[in-house]
């Protein structure tokens, strides 16, 4: 089993439609958790650190699950502009582990 | 520095040659990693480096692959007798102990011929 699993997609959706990712860890040991986005050819960039409590960031919101062992990024309203490969980051010990990628593609 | 810089941000070698990549991270970073990333696939984990040492050199691909890191600061990835199959873009990350994310370079973009 790898040690952080993400649906590869792709994603194909509207503008304006709301889009959730989901990303399972196998170390419950793991510590911190990020979602990162990449471009084609480009390098990955911090989208958002995840939090316990859940965070939000405008149209982004991220979720923690420790029991079930995953996270979770929704984006609200999609823009043309989310087209990207986003990939989530799993730090354990101090070890940081990115998941394959999910391919988001929004059209108009 | 501002950001993580690479260099070369392309290099093209022959066969069988050695070449290295250069990794310079964010001033007082002291976590470093090298991945690699083949076109259209995930992030392959080469090394990790804290500070000088190198916990886990797990991801290295073989042992023609090796990496240093120097005053805590600049990384250099080794590549020996380069393969066709090493052709891909190398990635660097730096942090600080992992808390706040990671900041990628730009890349290195490898190919042999």
Known sequence: ?108 | GAGVSQSPSNKVTEKGKDVELRCDPISGHTALYWYRQSLGQGLEFLIYFQGNSAPDKSGLPSDRFSAERTGGSVSTLTIQRTQQEDSAVYLCASSDRGLYGYTFGSGTRLTVV
């Open chain 1, 1 to 108: 089993r790898k040690e952080v699993e993400q649906d590869p997609g792709p994603f194909n959706v509207p503008e304006g439609a709301t889009v959730a990712f989901n990303c399972t860890y196998s170390n419950s040991a793991s510590q911190s958790f990020f979602w990162y986005r990449q471009d084609c050819r480009k390098e990955p960039k911090l989208l958002m650190s995840v939090y316990s409590s859940g965070n939000e960031d405008g149209r982004f919101t991220a979720q923690l699950n420790r029991a079930s062992q995953y996270i979770s990024l929704l984006i609200r309203d999609s823009k043309l502009s989310d087209s990207a490969t986003y990939l989530c980051v799993v730090n354990s010990a101090s070890k940081i582990i990115f998941g394959s990628g999910t391919r988001l593609s929004i059209r108009p």
